[in-house]
T-cell receptor, first 115, second 114 residues
């Protein structure tokens, strides 16, 4: 079975700063995806960024980028130039490429961006 | 298409009552998933459908829970004889099988059992 661990329950930074959220996972699979989802207080889960395990290049979406270390099973999210609207719960998630494509989530990190 | 819709947004019920939630997925998505999220935790998989077939159920889904997706369109999740431990957010998501784009989630139904 796969497990996802987020070791930072809460983080807080000032607006415009850069912040990095940590995530580790455990799997014996070779073909999988990793995701970061954002859940604001309005509670709809929104996809932030996706990484395919077979791709060595780290995914980037505007201010959001990941550091994917496959051997270490680490998948951190970096938010540059943080904005007040980035305040939310952030969840790291794992998905096997084949089969049911269920998401396995970490416990989440509550990120607060302070003005 | 307005995304994944869930109804109701909130439900308060007395212990022992039955409740039913509805999810309308994105129309072209053939997969529909139900997850449960308790306070301060990540969502946990409950069950999923491909078209109208329910292909997998989690051990979390006790026999008091039943889900349907008639005609492969909307889905319902029913909880019979609710217990206080059923209090949670119930999230629905849909996707197109075998595409790597991830899911589209609904806003969830928050259930409170008193």
């Amino acid at each position: 079975a796969q497990t996802v661990t987020q070791s930072q329950p809460e983080m807080s930074v000032q607006e415009a700063e850069t912040v990095t959220l940590s995530c580790t996972y455990d799997t014996s699979e070779n073909n999988y995806y990793l995701f970061w989802y954002k859940q604001p207080p309005s509670r709809q889960m929104i996809l932030v960024i996706r990484q395919e395990a077979y791709k060595q290049q780290n995914a980037t979406e505007n201010r959001f980028s990941v550091n994917f270390q496959k051997a270490a099973k680490s998948f951190s999210l970096k938010i540059s130039d943080s904005q007040l609207g980035d305040t939310a719960m952030y969840f790291c998630a794992f998905m096997k490429k084949e089969g049911a494509q269920k998401l396995v989530f970490g416990q989440g990190t509550r990120l607060t961006i302070n003005p | 298409d307005t995304g994944v819709s869930q109804d109701p947004r909130h439900k308060i019920t007395k212990r022992g009552q039955n409740v039913t939630f509805r999810c309308d997925p994105i129309s072209e998505h053939n997969r529909l998933y139900w997850y449960r999220q308790t306070l301060g935790q990540g969502p946990e998989f409950l069950t999923y459908f491909q078209n109208e077939a329910q292909l997998e159920k989690s051990r979390l889904l006790s026999d008091r829970f039943s889900a349907e997706r008639p005609k492969g369109s909307f889905s319902t999740l029913e909880i019979q004889r609710t217990e206080q431990g059923d209090s949670a957010m119930y999230l629905c998501a849909s996707s197109l099988a075998w595409t790597p784009s991830g899911y589209t989630f609904g806003s969830g139904t928050r259930l409170t059992v008193v």
